[in-house]
Every structure is written in C-alpha cells, then in structure tokens.
Nanobody
Framework: QVQLVESGGGLVQAGGSLRLSCAAS????????MGWFRQAPGKEREFVAA????????YYADSVKGRFTISRDNAKNTVYLQMNTLKPEDTAVYYC????????????????????WGQGTQVTVSS
C-alpha cells in the first residue's frame, strides 16, 4: 500500500512559480513510476508529467514542456513538480500518482496505469 500526500499548491499570478511536493509512504517508493496529473473544473483529468524510478526518464505533456520540471528524491520518498511561467490555463487540482509498472512511455502518460493517487492540491493562476 502506498499513500501519497501533495502540498505546495496555492494562488499565484500569471508568470509566477510554484513547487509542488508529493510525499509517499512505503518502502518501495524508489521502484515506482511517479506521475502528476491535473483536473480543471468541467474538464477531464489530464497528464502533466512523470518520472521513472531512477529519475533518468521523464515525460511531459506538450502544454507544460519547457515550463515544468519533475524530479524525485528517493531518500526522502518525495517527488516534486517545479512549475514556472505559470498561465491561467494551468489552474487545476494537481494530483500525484504512483504505479509499479516500468518506466515507459507506454504507461507514463495514461491515468489508468497508476494504482495509487493522492487527494490533490489546488493551483490557481490569476491573470
């Protein structure tokens, strides 16, 4: 069983930055593929970024590429999402997710690949 707790959300002006954190419980965190997804009001949940167990493999949605950076610290059981140059369209609830599936583009982008989910943290970007 893995429990995920997100933090770091908040209200920021367009062009600003936030860093989200996701703290995970469980001894096998370092073996998990970790992802970030987001869901805006009235929209479906969408993929944002993912990172493989070693941190060498990262995956990004086109909409955030070049602005967001995913990273992880396996010693701290934590994955991060650094969000720069935020836009109003980035406003959403951001969810952390984990899966024991291998780090692969085949799995990383798909919400159904992830077994464990956090409760989410709200990010609001004002124009």
């Amino acid at each position: 069983q893995v429990q995920l707790v997100e933090s770091g959300g908040g209200l920021v002006q367009a062009g600003g930055s936030l860093r989200l954190s996701c703290a995970a419980s469980g001894r096998t965190f370092s073996s998990y593929l970790m992802g970030w997804f987001r869901q805006a009001p009235g929209k479906e949940r969408e993929f944002v970024a993912a990172i493989g167990w070693s941190g060498d493999n990262t995956y990004y949605a086109d909409s955030v590429k070049g602005r967001f950076t995913i990273s992880r610290d396996n010693a701290k059981n934590t994955v991060y999402l650094q969000m720069n140059t935020l836009k109003p369209e980035d406003t959403a609830v951001y969810y952390c997710a984990a899966t024991g599936l291998i780090s692969s583009a085949r799995y990383a982008y798909r919400a159904e690949s992830y077994r464990y989910w956090g409760q989410g943290t709200q990010v609001t970007v004002s124009s």
